[in-house]
């Protein structure tokens, strides 16, 4: 059976529903089939979409959380109280049908930085969705000496992808760079002996952040690459302007490259 038929459109194929996990009531990871045409860099979103009545539909942007070497695409999506798509990932099951963009998008990729030794990796909420597809990707971890991600979610439930960070020491292509890996997870309204209890932003300023990878940061080695909230995109961004670092254009080298999640 081919489970990537072509709509009439051409602009996108419908897909199966591989598996579905949900992780809480508002945490949902899920494999969908992968056409073949569908190509994608590990940073890059897809746009995801439902039927809507009879004519209608309504399509959204997600970064694919999955290696691009993958045979499955796997995303990660966050439900939104009372948001419009949320409702359609509320009801999904494995099995369905749900509607993919035959291209995908976004200049989110660490391949960007010419240079830089560490790659900074900074996210909240759903925003870590492209770093995990990143770190399948052998080159990446061959490309810089550190690998420095946090993950920074409002209460420790939230962060539902410890384990699966935990398990890139056993991935077949990556695993034995993972001396490389330093991950940090931080919550915000709850404490935990394990986490860092500030918001990014305030984790930079306060030398917190640098100080819970081991890491010093710097013009010479730091790069950084920051998915999420847009709010905090945006006050991240500010605070490391304050810092003395650049955004990245690739006419101008510089040390940020931002993705906002929403
Ligand atoms: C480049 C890009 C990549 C994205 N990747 C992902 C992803 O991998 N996983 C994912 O869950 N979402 C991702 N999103 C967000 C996603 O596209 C939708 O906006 C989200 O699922 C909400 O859609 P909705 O129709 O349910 O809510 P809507 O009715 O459209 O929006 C309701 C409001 O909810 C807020 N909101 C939207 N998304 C989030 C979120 N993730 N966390 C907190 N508040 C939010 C916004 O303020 C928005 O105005 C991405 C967005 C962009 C632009
Ligand atoms: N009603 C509520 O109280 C409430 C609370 C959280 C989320 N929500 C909603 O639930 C959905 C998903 O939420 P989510 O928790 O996954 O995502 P989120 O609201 O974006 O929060 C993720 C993380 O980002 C932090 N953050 C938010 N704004 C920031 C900023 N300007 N600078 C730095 N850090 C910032 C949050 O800190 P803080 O925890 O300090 O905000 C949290 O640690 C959204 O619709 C959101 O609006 C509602």
Redesign the pocket.
């Known amino acids: 059976m081919d489970t990537h038929i072509m709509s009439s459109e051409q602009k996108f194929t419908e897909e199966t529903v591989l598996w579905l996990k949900k992780h809480s009531p508002?945490h949902l990871t899920f494999a969908i089939t992968r056409p073949e045409h569908f190509r994608f860099s590990a940073g890059q979103f897809a746009r995801l979409g439902f039927r809507v009545g009879e004519h209608g539909y309504i399509w959204r942007a997600y970064s694919v959380t999955s290696a691009e070497y993958d045979d499955t695409l796997v995303f990660f999506v966050?439900?939104?109280?009372n948001?419009e798509i949320s409702a359609h990932f509320a009801q999904l099951q494995a099995g369905d049908t749900i509607l993919l963009d035959k291209t995908a998008q976004g200049f989110f990729l660490p391949q960007r930085f010419p240079d830089g030794r560490d790659l900074i990796m900074l996210s909240?909420?759903?925003?870590i969705a492209p770093f995990l597809s990143m770190l399948h990707q052998p080159e990446i971890w061959q490309r810089f000496d550190t690998l420095a991600l946090a993950h920074?979610?409002?209460?420790r439930n939230?962060l539902i992808f410890n384990d699966e960070i935990a398990q890139f020491a056993e991935h077949p292509l990556v695993g034995e760079y993972v001396s490389r890996l330093r991950f940090v997870p931080?919550?915000?309204?709850e404490t935990d002996a394990d986490t860092l209890h500030f918001?990014?932003?305030?984790s930079l300023k306060n030398g917190s952040l640098s100080q819970a990878f081991g890491l010093n940061f710097d013009k010479e080695h730091s790069r950084f690459m920051i998915c999420?909230?847009p709010?905090?995109v945006?006050?991240?961004f500010k605070t490391l302007l304050d810092m003395g670092f650049a955004m990245h254009r690739n006419k101008l080298a510089g040390h940020i490259i931002l993705e906002n999640?929403?």
């Open positions: 508002k966050i439900l939104i109280e948001g909240t909420g759903s925003g920074c979610v409002s209460y939230d931080m919550t915000t309204r918001r990014l932003p305030e999420g909230n709010e905090m945006q006050d991240t999640g929403f």
